[in-house]
């Protein structure tokens, strides 16, 4: 059974950092592609980053740039996020994603809230 569990949200001041955790099991972590999303309140959830296999090439919401980085150890089947320079735009619950045999699988996330 696939399980994703994220962690690390919590309430930080405008311009603070928080580091996210995707703890995977239940599948080969190492082959597959992981991406983070978020949902604000009364919005849509969107795409915020993709982190391959390798860990290598990564992508991100031009929002971002600059101020977040993906990462993964495929070792501990745990893929992060780490938020730098963080604005009250980027409240939203954060979750992981992975793609596997045709169906997306979420955690059920973690609230991060960027309030001074």
């Known amino acids: 059974q696939v399980q994703l569990v994220e962690s690390g949200g919590g309430l930080v001041q405008p311009g603070g950092s928080l580091r996210l955790s995707c703890a995977a099991s239940g599948f080969t972590f190492s082959t597959y592609g992981m991406s983070w999303f978020r949902q604000a309140p009364g919005k849509e959830r969107e795409w915020v980053a993709s982190?391959?296999?390798?860990?290598?090439?990564?992508r991100y919401k031009d929002s971002v740039k600059g101020r977040f980085t993906g990462s993964r150890d495929n070792a501990k089947n745990t893929m992060y996020l780490q938020m730098n320079s963080l604005k009250p735009d980027d409240t939203a619950v954060y979750y992981c994603?992975?793609?596997?045999?045709?169906?997306?699988?979420w955690g059920h996330g973690t609230q991060v809230t960027v309030s001074s």
């Open positions: 994603n992975v793609h596997r045999e045709g169906v997306a699988y």
């Open positions: 982190i391959p296999s390798t860990g290598g090439i990564r």
